[in-house]
């Protein structure tokens, strides 16, 4: 009877009051388990922590006792990469004229008509086209100058090396006309050595240079299977240019869709990097990158322009001037000054080496012209046209050159001074940051001097001025 009561008991309760008395239940056992969530969770942290610290030593490890074989996969993932690579380098180069292409084409064609999609996808493979046909008509532009002037510059040069040879020679002879043993002793190495030079020259380079069919059997029948370390036969280096003409082929290609689709690519990298950090260190990320490619590109882009003006005027000048040989002058000129800093003195070296042999005279005027070309390049053209683009001092350019040029040797003398005003960027901004956060003045010249304890004494909040100073 008493279980009977007890099941007509039950049953005559309402539902509402069994359905929240379980849902109460529910809610003490979820409780219970996220306390245990929350107390075992520094332990989870600990064992993470320790896990991705034993791995990255044993990644360590493995790196630094098999460095040669990772270094072996990592050319050849390089090696596979190649295209790429280089169809990024060439949609970098080419992003600055396909925009204004683009640009021109919406203004000047289509007065400021709304666009649809279809719309849009044509102008944009307009653009395209005519960037790479501007590019192409560039290239063979100054291929169709400049070969040709060099090719003839080197002919002329190795026809004058009897006449160099004479006048070194006399100024041997005359410098040393006070100490007859020397000046025979000198002289009779000197002949020696001159005599097989002139016979090379004559018998095994110059015939070969009369054509330029005669220079390519010449190229291919003695001196390719001639050169050790490099390629072993014929058939080697016919392979390697082809693979570089599909390289250079499917990099165009590349090159094509990246900027076809560069906006769907920039937007897609914004949605990863906004899913992973939160919104404040995802703007962060996004602005040091828009900043990143702005120091890039103005550097790489402006440096280009200029040294291609540079090599224009020394061109001009050299045949004002009637300097020997301006074609092979201005195109070692113009190739040098890529490499800031340093590049017009590397330039000017092996130019005035050659002026010296023609005539010491023509040669000082050189270096003068040199010094002067350099003075303008340096305090008008290359601030116009490069601006603060890179925001460097000197001792750092100099630096960058230095340290990247010596692991990367050309590549890195050009390169290294854009990376590395991409770091003092990154590393400026971050400093600036931690000053404001402590309430610290960020321009450099308050804390020049003896400044005194900053805790004892701080300084007025900085107004919220975010232009930062160096």
């Given at each position: 009877?008493?279980?009977v009561?007890?099941?007509?008991?039950?049953?005559?309760?309402?539902?509402?009051c069994?359905?929240?008395?379980r849902?109460?239940?529910?809610?003490?056992?979820?409780?219970?388990?996220?306390?245990?969530?929350?107390e075992y969770?520094?332990?989870i942290?600990?064992?993470?922590?320790a896990?991705?610290v034993?791995?990255?030593s044993?990644?360590?490890?493995?790196?630094m006792?098999?460095f040669?074989?990772?270094?072996?996969?990592?050319?050849?993932?390089v090696?596979?990469l190649?295209?790429?690579?280089?169809g990024?380098?060439?949609?970098?180069l080419l992003?600055?004229?396909?925009?204004h292409?683009?640009?021109?084409?919406?203004?000047?064609?289509?007065?400021?008509?709304?666009?649809?999609?279809?719309?849009?996808?044509?102008?944009n493979?307009?653009?395209?086209?005519?960037s790479?046909?501007?590019a192409?008509a560039?290239?063979?532009?100054?291929?169709?100058m400049v070969?040709?002037q060099?090719y003839?510059?080197?002919v002329g040069?190795?026809?004058?090396v009897?006449?160099?040879?004479q006048?070194?020679?006399?100024w041997?002879?005359?410098?040393?006309?006070?100490n007859?043993?020397i000046q025979q002793?000198?002289?009779?190495?000197?002949?020696?050595?001159?005599?097989?030079?002139?016979h090379w020259?004559?018998?095994?380079i110059?015939?070969?240079l009369e054509?330029?069919?005669?220079t390519?059997?010449?190229?291919?029948e003695?001196?390719?299977?001639?050169v050790?370390?490099?390629?072993t036969?014929?058939s080697?280096i016919?392979?390697q240019?082809?693979?570089?003409?599909?390289?250079l082929?499917?990099?165009?290609?590349?090159?094509?869709y990246?900027?076809?689709?560069?906006d769907?690519?920039?937007a897609?990298?914004?949605?990863?990097?906004?899913?992973?950090?939160?919104?404040a260190?995802?703007d962060?990320?996004?602005?040091?990158?828009?900043?990143?490619?702005?120091?890039?590109?103005?550097?790489?882009?402006?440096k280009?322009?200029d040294s291609f003006?540079?090599?224009?005027?020394t061109?001009?000048?050299?045949?004002l001037?009637?300097?020997?040989y301006?074609?092979l002058?201005?195109?070692?000129?113009?190739v040098?000054?890529?490499?800031?800093?340093?590049?017009?003195?590397?330039?000017?070296?092996?130019c005035?080496?050659?002026?010296?042999?023609v005539s010491?005279l023509?040669?000082?005027?050189?270096?003068?012209?040199?010094?002067?070309?350099?003075?303008?390049?340096g305090?008008?053209?290359g601030?116009?046209i490069?601006g603060?683009?890179?925001?460097l001092?000197?001792?750092w350019?100099?630096?960058?050159?230095?340290?990247?040029g010596?692991?990367?040797?050309?590549?890195?003398m050009?390169?290294?001074?854009?990376?590395?005003a991409?770091v003092?960027?990154?590393?400026?901004?971050?400093?600036?940051?931690g000053?404001?956060?402590?309430?610290?003045?960020?321009s450099?010249?308050?804390y020049?001097?003896p400044?005194?304890?900053?805790?004892?004494?701080?300084?007025?909040p900085?107004?919220p001025?975010?232009?930062?100073k160096?």
């Open positions: 009877m008493n279980e009561d007890a099941y007509d008991e039950k049953a005559s309760e309402p539902p509402d069994t359905a929240r008395a849902r109460a239940q529910k809610g003490r056992g979820g409780t219970a388990l996220n306390t245990k969530k929350q969770r520094p332990y942290k600990l064992g993470v922590t896990f991705l034993i791995a990255a044993i990644l360590l490890f493995f790196l006792f098999h040669k074989e990772v270094k072996e996969v990592l050319s050849l993932i090696l596979i190649r295209p790429i690579f280089l990024l380098i060439i949609a970098f992003l600055p004229v396909h925009r292409i683009k640009i021109f084409i919406e203004e000047q064609l289509l007065h400021e008509k709304e666009l649809n999609e279809k719309q849009q996808a044509l102008v493979a307009a653009a395209i086209l005519l790479l046909v501007f192409f560039i290239l063979y532009i100054l291929l169709d070969v040709p060099v003839l510059s080197i040069l190795i026809q004058s009897p006449e160099y040879i006048n070194a020679h006399d041997i002879m005359a410098f040393l006309a006070d007859p043993e002793a000198v002289v009779t190495y000197f002949n020696a050595l001159t005599g097989n030079l002139e020259l004559s018998s095994d110059l015939p070969n054509s330029l069919n005669d390519l059997a010449w190229l291919r003695t001196v390719l299977p001639n050790t370390g490099v390629v036969n014929v080697t016919f392979i240019s082809i693979l570089w003409l599909k390289d082929l499917i990099a165009i290609i590349v090159s094509v990246l900027l076809a689709r560069k769907t690519f920039a897609q990298t914004k949605k990863l990097v906004y899913s992973i950090f939160s919104p260190h995802g962060f990320i996004v602005e040091e990158t828009r900043n990143a490619y702005k120091i890039l590109s103005g550097f790489i882009n402006g280009l322009l003006i540079i090599g224009c005027i061109l001009v000048c050299c045949n001037f009637h300097f020997p301006p074609a002058l201005a195109a070692i000129v113009g040098t000054n890529i490499i800031p800093f340093f590049g017009p003195f590397i330039g000017a070296v092996p005035a080496l050659l002026i010296l042999l010491p023509q040669c000082l005027y050189f270096i003068l012209f040199i010094l002067v070309l350099q003075q303008f390049d305090n008008i053209l601030p116009k490069l603060e683009s890179t925001g001092a000197s001792f350019v100099l630096f960058s050159i230095i340290f990247f010596g692991l990367f040797g050309f590549a890195g050009v390169l290294g001074v854009p990376f590395f991409m003092y960027s990154l590393v400026r901004r971050l400093v600036n940051h000053l404001r956060r402590h309430n610290l003045p960020v450099t010249e308050l020049m001097g400044t005194g304890a900053m805790a004892q004494n701080p300084p007025e900085p107004a001025d975010y232009s930062e160096k």
